[in-house]
């Protein structure tokens, strides 16, 4: 199997090779956090690291099971460094050795160690080692493939909207690719272990819960309301069987546990007009679309509008953006894309167009909100409109397949 070259976040183990700073990888199960792991174990190869200079342990491996205990794991670790050269150390699903951040502080004050560890729940980065570690470590937030990764993955680079069609619907996880190009049949059953085991491991087991039927309710109203503004009362006010006077309490800590788990984002709001962040109808997305549709089924697929909206926003992410829904007066611009350089303000719409009559209605409606915000910073209507780029008054409307495999 061919691995796809998932070059955003390769980039960024490169810029920081050999400093000392832990780099800290985190993500959903099967993402790719292990091969991103073996393709820059390759470059280092390549750039002339010998083999006995890498120590790579994966820890859902039954060979390093005894290396669960954090002493022994030290210890190994220690007896296999390189005296008088740098030693690469990866370490990954690292969650799995109990206290493991009293060894990878000790690894890391050693100069001539470069450490890489990895992750598949937020609790990695709980604050007790973020204290531990603080200022010693970053962050790379890793999401399935992009659409721009999942087409480099075929050959036949044409007929990209059937490719994105396949997208949706089959995942985005770098091993349904596979899966697709032999059987589509059997990307369910794939994706069925991945929900089964992030509901049982990372969220279950992690946070002691035990209700599984009341959990996966939940999960399937955040799903089944991508893209809509909720609330936990919302969600409890829906969900049939909880203890009212508790109901509130459960349901944020079932969602907090799913948020951890990278199943479900949630993008908070912000008042563009008052420059401030609101507390209150944030919007949930599905870390995949596909595994979307296996868990609601085949109606899952008519909401396009949101899809396309949840496909944006998990862009955005990894684009190195934090990405809030913003609020103008009593209008709604649907994601504020923030970094250290820009914020830029994008629109999200199946289409500007209705029949003649209502063209120019729909078209208004998607500006109004971007028309209000008076400052310079770019502003965007993203559609699947396949007309030439637009512009009105330095608003552009650009088609979103074009705007992914940028």
């Known amino acids: 199997m061919e691995r796809i070259k998932r070059e955003n976040y390769l980039s960024i183990l490169k810029n920081f090779k050999d400093q000392q700073i832990i780099k800290v990888i985190t993500g959903i199960r099967r993402c790719g956090k292990s091969t991103l792991l073996e393709l820059f174990q390759e470059y280092l190869k390549k750039e002339g690291v010998e083999e006995r200079q890498i120590i790579s342990i994966n820890f859902e491996n ?185 109901s509130y309490n459960t349901v944020s800590i079932y969602v907090q546990a799913l948020i951890d788990s990278y199943i479900v984002y949630k993008a908070n709001r912000y008042d ?31 909401d396009m509008g949101h899809i396309l909206e949840n496909i944006v926003y998990l862009e955005l992410l990894r684009r190195g953006y934090e990405v809030y829904i913003g609020k103008y007066d009593d209008l709604e611009v649907d994601f504020v894309a923030k970094n250290s350089e820009n914020t830029i303000y994008y629109q999200v719409a199946l289409t500007t167009r209705g029949s003649t009559d209502e063209d120019n209605a729909i078209l208004e409606r998607e500006l109004a909100s971007l028309k209000k915000i008076n400052d310079n910073y770019p502003k965007y209507i993203l559609t699947l409109d396949d007309d030439l780029d637009a512009d009105f008054e330095g608003i552009k409307k650009i088609n979103v397949l074009d705007w992914l495999l940028k």
């Not at 493939?145 to 909207?161: G, H, P």
């Not at 420059?275 to 008519?302: H, W």
Request: positive net charge; without cysteine; proline residues 1%.
């Open 62 to 246: 039954a060979d390093y099971e005894e290396l669960q205990d954090r002493k022994k794991l030290y210890e190994y670790i220690k007896a296999k460094l390189v005296k008088g050269k740098k030693t690469y150390i990866f370490l990954d699903e690292i969650q799995k050795v109990v206290e493991f951040e009293k060894t990878v502080d000790s690894l890391f004050i050693n100069k001539e160690v470069d450490l890489y560890i990895t992750g598949s729940n937020a609790w990695l980065l709980s604050s007790e080692l973020a204290t531990l570690l603080t200022g010693r470590y970053i962050e790379i937030k890793m999401l399935p493939l992009s659409f721009k990764e999942y087409v480099s993955a075929f050959e036949d680079k044409t007929d990209i909207a059937r490719k994105f069609r396949d997208y949706l619907r089959y995942s985005s996880f770098p091993q349904a690719i596979e899966l697709f190009k032999i059987n589509p049949e059997n990307i369910n059953l794939f994706l069925d272990g991945i929900y089964n085991t992030i509901l049982f491991k990372d969220v279950m087991q992690r946070k002691g819960i035990t209700d599984k039927n009341t959990l996966e309710r939940v999960t399937k109203y955040l799903y089944d309301n991508i893209g809509n503004r909720t609330s936990m009362k919302n969600i409890s006010d829906k969900i049939e069987g909880l203890e009212k006077n508790n």
């Open 272 to 302: 563009i007009k008052g420059k401030e962040f609101l507390k209150t109808q944030e919007k949930y997305y599905a870390v995949d679309i596909g595994l979307r549709y296996y868990m609601l089924g085949q109606g899952s697929g008519k």
